[in-house]
């Protein structure tokens, strides 16, 4: 029997679920200041939860 | 029988005890009693994954109703209803909103010492108000005893035949279910005379559970459910309003901005409590009665809360929504659990969760009204009053105004 498909987004999920500190970074600095949210307001912290999340989106 | 001599329960806006739904999956906390005034949202599920970017302009569809502005696009809520159902079991799983929500409706029926012959069920979904029907209420029995024939109207055919009759009531009913796939939005519109389906004074009662906030034009599907009720007949109506998902909402703007320096409507306006009691009065209805409930049910994460909305077939269907793969970002999504758990995922946030988990509230706006009759209760004249409210509020009354 194949192994059930995994949706790419549950893929996703499990990689954001596995960076919970670089996903919390991320959070505070958006949270800190929200009435003030502009582009690229936090992208160093969302590239350190990127690079993160694809570190584990690789072991499949 | 007239309704004044029916008592209705009066509740207050934050509800009824919460009652827990699904062991696993969904646990209920208390409603919380904050009265937010954010327009409010549906969630954007779509596009999880998936291209859509084949699918027709929605411009063309055939549109119901006699109202110029279209929000939603109907097509494309029947393709994601359609889809849902088809994976019964996933479809099955995220039953415990709808079921909590046609309990809760059915509970305001038994308020109403009636039986009735012919009930339509507005948007009826995979027939959960017949099966909430169907449940046992001692000492009474399930309400579907009181019910001849009830007939189901869903937009996606689906989802209405979703169960077979033997998953929705016990062989031993006397209740006649009939499925009608059509859109809720259109069937009611015109009678049989202009080519319609449905003649006028035909229902005994109609009744609808989390389907009315995909309504284009609202004011005119009221107009015609007062068209198909028999004079002095209820009109029972639950529906996702107010701040439903607005934790959802305001997160996925802020990551918006951030990752992609705008907002993008992934969140429906619904319509506020204020604004439906509004609209039952001037589409006809009397003796109106609108209170609010709030569900808030817990998540694993922000993705199992997308996932959810998107097996129950409640993904975006804005007309003006990011299409294909762009529906949510891969960017925002990446960035919107941590952004969720930080602004609502903890008490002290104002938040309902304990840490572990994300809350996401359902507003549900429950409305009873009341084809005009005769025999039906009327308010008194103006100035026909012989107590002055002076006396009754005491005070000076002047003091009143200033409160």
């Known amino acids: 029997m194949p192994a059930p498909k995994i949706r790419p987004v549950d893929r996703l999920a499990q990689a954001v679920a596995k960076c919970p500190a670089e996903s919390t970074a991320y959070g505070k600095c958006i949270v800190a200041d929200f009435h003030n949210v502009h582009k690229d307001k936090c992208l160093s912290e969302f590239q350190v939860l990127q690079a993160c999340i694809q570190k584990h989106m690789g072991k499949r | ?67 110029s502005f279209q929000i939603f696009d109907r097509e494309v809520k029947k393709l994601q209803r359609d889809r849902a159902a088809l994976k019964v079991e996933e479809s099955r799983k995220v039953d415990y909103l709808r079921d909590e929500v046609a309990n809760r409706l059915v509970e305001r029926l038994y308020d109403i010492n009636r039986n009735y012959d012919h ?12 099966r909430a029907l169907h449940k046992p209420h001692p000492p009474s029995g399930p309400f579907a005893d009181r019910i001849k024939h009830l007939t189901c ?58 389907s009315l906030q995909w309504i284009n034009d609202l004011p005119s599907v009221l107009a015609s459910i007062n068209r198909v009720l028999k004079p002095d007949s209820p009109f029972l109506c639950a529906m996702f309003g107010g701040d439903t998902l607005y934790e959802l909402r305001t997160s996925l703007q802020l990551v918006n901005m951030d990752r992609l320096g705008g907002v993008s409507p992934h969140v429906s306006p619904l319509a506020d409590v204020r604004d439906m009691g509004g609209l039952l009065q001037r589409t006809g209805f009397k003796l109106i009665t609108v209170d609010v409930d709030d569900i808030i049910v817990d998540y694993l994460d922000v993705f199992a809360l997308l996932k959810d909305l998107q097996a129950m077939g409640e993904a975006n269907a804005i007309l003006g929504r990011r299409k294909g793969l762009a529906g949510i970002s891969k960017e925002t999504l990446m960035g919107l659990d941590g952004v969720y758990r930080e602004l609502h995922g903890r008490p002290e946030d104002g938040g309902s969760g304990d840490g572990t988990g994300i809350p996401a509230t359902f507003r549900i706006i429950y409305m009873i009204g009341w084809k005009e009759g005769t025999g039906q209760q009327q308010p008194l004249k103006r100035g026909s009053g012989d107590v002055n409210l002076k006396e009754v509020l005491g005070g000076e009354g002047q003091d009143f105004g200033k409160k």
């Open chain 2, 1 to 67: 029988m007239s309704p004044c001599t029916l008592p209705f329960r009066i509740r207050t806006h934050w509800g009824v005890a919460a009652q827990p739904i699904r062991q696993c999956r969904a646990r209920l906390v208390s409603p919380h009693c904050s009265f937010r005034r954010h327009l409010a949202v549906a969630a954007d599920a779509q596009n999880l994954g998936k291209n859509d970017s084949n699918r027709s302009n929605p411009a063309g569809h055939p549109q119901g109703g006699t109202g």
């Open chain 2, 119 to 130: 009930v339509l069920d507005l948007g009826a979904g995979a027939c959960h108000l017949a």
């Open chain 2, 153 to 210: 109207v869903e937009l996606s055919s689906n989802y209405l035949t979703r169960d077979e009759d033997s998953y929705i009531m016990p062989p031993t009913s006397s209740m006649r279910l009939t499925r009608m796939a059509r859109d809720e939005e259109t069937v009611l519109f015109n009678p049989p005379s202009k080519g319609g389906e449905l003649e006028s004074n035909t229902f005994d009662a109609v009744i609808s559970s989390g």
